[in-house]
């Protein structure tokens, strides 16, 4: 594995890596101090400027009941971002866990947990969404277990495999032969060296749990109005005014975006950066 000052250098040559790190660096300053610096309450409505475009007092217009919608964007971005990171936390320490178990121990508890994962990926994530809050019921609170839910599988998939390969290395052979634990193994040798590939999934999972949660409360099923996000932005009257008022859609519809390729760039950046077979890192 690299060491991590070689990974920073790797990463400051790199403009791209820079660009989304910035990226993802300005969407989180947005979500935690943004809303002490916008113009508005994102909640205030005001008739006399229902559906207006962009002017230099509403740089994004106003919407339907003539809320502020650069407020809206910059409030929506910390549900949105709250959520996304929260789902992630669960669906990674969960997801690593059954990963390195089943790829370890293998047999019987591999069977298993490889026939859960398989059950689990052959439902589309949204629908598998659908079908948990179906159960559990929508808010922000269920949200985050349900995107949690259904992101795991993929990551205990992918842990699985990179568990796999660490298993036979000669230093687990050794600890084995000198009667090392199996927690002491997972902990001291296979934990430290899937690091970089739990890592990496669990930025590209941010921006996949960013989507799904905007899709969810699109639904009406994830953060209820009138608190914003971006999903709810983009539902409801957004669809109605949309040919007459598109900026009420096209601008939390780029916070999504943004976010989605913010992390995703960074994800892509640490998996090149940890990759040892890649010759690109000086």
Do not use: C
Not at 28 to 35: E, I, N, Q, T
Not at 186 to 206: C, D, E, F, K, S
Not at 214 to 231: I, T
């Amino acid at each position: 594995m690299r060491s991590a000052r070689t990974v920073m250098t790797w990463l400051l040559r790199r403009p791209l890596a820079l660009i989304s790190v910035a990226i993802v660096v300005g969407l989180v300053l947005a979500a935690l101090v943004g809303p002490v610096f916008v113009p508005y309450d994102p909640l205030a409505q005001d008739p006399a400027v229902q559906a207006k475009g962009p002017t230099a007092a509403h740089p994004f217009g106003t919407d339907y009941v003539g809320r502020d919608v650069l407020s809206r964007v910059v409030e929506g971005a910390r549900p949105s971002l709250a959520i996304g990171l929260a789902s992630v936390s669960l669906a990674v320490v969960a997801g690593s866990a059954l990963g390195m178990i089943s790829g370890y121990l293998g047999g019987a508890v591999d069977l298993l947990i490889q026939r859960l994962v398989d059950i689990l990926l052959t439902l589309p994530g949204l629908v598998l969404a659908l079908a948990l809050l179906a159960i559990v019921g929508a808010g922000s609170a269920t949200l985050v277990g349900v995107v949690a839910v259904v992101l795991t599988p993929g990551i205990a998939r992918v842990v699985r495999s990179a568990t796999l390969v660490v298993a036979t290395s000669g230093y687990v052979e050794s600890a084995r032969a000198v009667g090392a634990r199996d927690r002491r193994i997972l902990v001291r040798h296979i934990y430290p060296n899937v690091l970089p590939t739990i890592l990496v999934l669990a930025t590209l999972n941010i921006g996949n749990a960013i989507l799904l949660e905007a899709a969810l409360s699109f639904l009406g099923l994830g953060v209820q109005p009138p608190q914003p996000s971006w999903g709810n932005m983009l539902s409801g009257p957004a669809r109605a005014y949309f040919e007459v008022a598109p900026w009420m859609a096209l601008f939390p519809g780029l916070g999504v975006s943004l976010a989605v390729l913010g992390f995703n760039l960074v994800g892509d950046t640490l998996r090149d950066a940890f990759d040892p077979r890649l010759q690109r890192m000086t």
